[in-house]
T-cell receptor, first 114, second 111 residues
Framework: DSGVTQTPKHLITATGQRVTLRCSPRSGDLSVYWYQQSLDQGLQFLIQYYNGEERAKGNILERFSAQQFPDLHSELNLSSLELGDSALYFCASSVGLLNTGELFFGEGSRLTVL | GQQLNQSPQSMFIQEGEDVSMNCTSS?????WLWYKQDPGEGPVLLIALYKAGELTSNGRLTAQFGITRKDSFLNISASIPSDVGIYFCAGRGQGAQKLVFGQGTRLTINP
């Protein structure tokens, strides 16, 4: 158990819909990262927050947005969903600004868009 | 942007065999890491490397940070069934706030 909690574990929805994925980082971790893993693909970095502020952005689509709340949990919002958005979405956390490079990953939220 | 090329994409080996996989980058990294993902789980850190030329072991796993800082390899000796999974390399550039991941190597072991 990494200590990172993601909900929901599975989500099935239709094209055009909007979903919210939630992440609670490890106790004491200030940084939260979101990654997307498509079938047979590596982990694509989406966005990073540190203590409530956006710190780094990857190839995140404009239809996607995220935020980190004062209690340090984070939400990833995916809107106008397309079939190609079906993927495993991982949240990871680290104590600070990736000093050691170690990320602690949650179990992921599997999104299926039909 | 930074890209990591990880090879091989998949491996099918017999239990007891040694395994070798590597990762190359188009740019220099200051940190190389190797993660393993078990089915239905998130990736877990296996080994972290912070210095060019560094060779680090974790049990049957050995990883090296290439001298050019553009590559790294991971070796697994005497593979066992629980080694099955997807292995990812990851790198971080100077001052970067994110890890760049390779495409992964899927390891399958025949008993």
């Amino acid at each position: 158990d990494s200590g990172v909690t993601q909900t929901p574990k599975h989500l099935i929805t239709a094209t055009g819909q909007r979903v919210t994925l939630r992440c609670s980082p490890r106790s004491g971790d200030l940084s939260v990262y979101w990654y997307q893993q498509s079938l047979d693909q590596g982990l694509q970095f989406l966005i990073q927050y540190y203590n409530g502020e956006e710190r780094a952005k990857g190839n995140i689509l404009e239809r996607f947005s995220a935020q980190q709340f004062p209690d340090l949990h984070s939400e990833l919002n995916l809107s106008s969903l397309e079939l190609g958005d079906s993927a495993l979405y991982f949240c990871a956390s680290s104590v600070g600004l990736l000093n050691t490079g170690e990320l602690f990953f949650g179990e992921g939220s599997r999104l299926t868009v039909l | 942007g930074q890209q990591l090329n990880q090879s091989p994409q998949s491996m099918f080996i017999q239990e007891g065999e040694d395994v070798s996989m590597n990762c190359t980058s188009s740019s220099i990294f200051n940190t190389w890491l190797w993660y393993k993902q078990d089915p239905g789980e998130g990736p877990v850190l296996l080994i972290a490397l912070y210095k060019a030329g560094e060779l680090t072991s974790n049990g049957r796993l050995t990883a090296q940070f290439g001298i050019t800082r553009k590559d790294s390899f991971l070796n697994i000796s005497a593979s066992i069934p629980s080694d099955v999974g997807i292995y990812f390399c990851a790198g971080r550039g100077q001052g970067a706030q994110k890890l760049v991941f390779g495409q992964g190597t899927r390891l399958t072991i025949n008993p």
